[in-house]
């Protein structure tokens, strides 16, 4: 769902992720979602929320249709739900193939998450489930409350037992991050985002506000 098209090619270095990289545009991309049946069903939810990601960001329609079904049907829909999900990532993708604006809506829940990620080491977490908890402090309101319960619906991870600051200590190297402050990607209403240029100290505040802890 995120990584197949857009070209983003990267390797995790010293322990960050995704810190030295280039845009290297396939020929073609073949996705072919009889293979998902051989994937263990945490797998599945790991890809699941690249989907709920998206959906959040940019389509609320998407959104409700995943709030509309069950865990079951979602999968048996599972077709759908990635063509609607690539087309949100083929528009942005297009639109700003280098990111040097629009597309760091797809960092969305990225900046923490791949702090989480980091900080357990890879051994740990999934990629996806790092994005649920990196998602939740960065949505506000009702919008909150919608992902915690889609999120909680699909088995995806809403509370975090690791240390949050052990995670938070790698925002510094996050490619968003340059002199000190950090590109955040919030949502304030579903389908809807801004990309938000703070200090890491108020990004700490958002985090900490959220897990209840300093
Ligand atoms: N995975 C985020 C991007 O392709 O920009």
Redo the contacts with the bound molecule.
């Keep these: 769902v995120?990584?197949s098209i857009?070209g983003?090619t990267a390797v995790n270095l010293g322990g960050i992720k995704n810190i030295v990289g280039s845009f290297k545009q396939p020929k073609a991309v073949l996705i072919d979602t009889s293979v998902l049946s051989t994937l263990p069903i945490r797998q599945m939810r790991n890809g699941l929320c690249e989907a709920i990601k998206m959906a959040t960001t940019s389509n609320a329609d998407l959104f409700e249709r995943l709030e509309s079904m069950s865990e079951d049907d979602i999968y048996n829909n599972i077709e759908e739900i990635i063509v609607e999900s690539l087309k949100i990532k083929k528009a942005v993708?297009e639109d700003d193939v280098e990111?040097s604006g629009v597309?760091k809506i797809?960092?969305f829940g990225h900046t923490l998450g791949h702090g989480i990620e980091a900080s357990e080491d890879l051994n740990g977490l999934y990629h996806g489930e790092c994005v649920s908890l990196g998602m939740l402090p960065v949505v506000f309101g009702e919008a909150k409350d919608r992902l915690v319960k889609l999120l909680n619906k699909v088995s995806l991870p809403t509370e975090y037992t690791g240390n949050i600051n052990d995670a938070l200590s790698y925002v510094i190297h996050d490619k968003k991050c340059s002199s000190g402050i950090v590109s955040v990607i919030t949502c304030e209403k579903i389908g809807a985002c801004k990309i938000e240029a703070m200090s890491i100290d108020q990004f700490k505040n958002i985090v900490f506000n959220h897990y209840n802890c300093t």
Aim: glycine share 12%; charged share 45%; no cysteine.
């Design positions: 995120d990584s857009g983003k993708v990111e597309r797809l960092n």
